[in-house]
């Protein structure tokens, strides 16, 4: 075998493993959509429902479904952290189906199906010009994780002050 032919083998093969993440990344974007719908309408009713719970225990004074409607309103805030989990990783796969057909596409070992580390990084990032920028995608990953922290730690801020108002309402009846 000749250079040539090496090089292009090379190149074929690469090519087709673009093509392999090209067709899961959509399919997980896809599979993501459909759970993330799911999950906004379960968030809803289980959120509605469990404030409507809450209420009626507390106004005919049923001790016991007062901790229905808190646990419902605890398994809401559950569902709403899943659909933020799913909408980032579909951001990414996103950004992912971008670089490929725009032809800045490095693969770095994010795992579709899982068995993994989620999001591992196995290569250096790559640069739009090509370069390796090892400071400037430390930068992206902390600003990232800044980010996720804060959006996480105002969704349990959010549940814990639902449930605290639920469960403050709760102690309220159980003490009179």
């Known amino acids: 075998m000749e250079n040539a032919e090496i090089e292009q083998e090379i190149q074929r093969i690469f090519n087709n493993n673009k093509i392999s993440d090209l067709k899961k990344f959509i399919e997980k974007r896809s599979r993501l959509n ?3 719908l799911g999950l906004s309408y379960g968030f ?10 809450t209420t009626i225990a507390a106004g005919y004074n049923i001790k016991e479904l007062i901790w229905v409607g808190v646990g419902m309103n605890i398994l809401a805030s ?7 989990l799913n909408t980032s990783v579909s951001k990414k796969l996103y950004k992912d ?7 800045t596409y490095v693969d770095e070992g994010m795992m579709v199906e899982g068995g993994e580390k989620f999001g591992q990084k196995d290569v ?3 640069s739009k010009n090509g370069s390796n920028n090892e400071e400037e995608h430390a930068q992206e990953t902390a600003s ?5 922290q804060q959006v996480q730690s105002k ?3 959010m549940a814990e002050t ?3 108002a639920s469960a403050q309402k709760a102690a309220a009846i159980l003490h009179h």
């Not at 809803?44 to 429902?49: D, E, G, L, W, Y």
């Not at 559950?78 to 933020?84: A, P």
């Open 34 to 36: 459909t759970a993330n």
């Open 44 to 53: 809803h009713v289980v959120q509605s429902a469990g404030v409507l719970i």
């Open 78 to 84: 559950l569902m709403d952290v899943f659909q933020k």
């Open 97 to 103: 189906i971008e670089a490929i057909r725009n032809g």
């Open 124 to 126: 250096a990032t790559k």
């Open 144 to 148: 990232v994780a800044n980010s996720e």
């Open 155 to 157: 969704k349990l801020q």
């Open 162 to 164: 639902g449930s605290l």
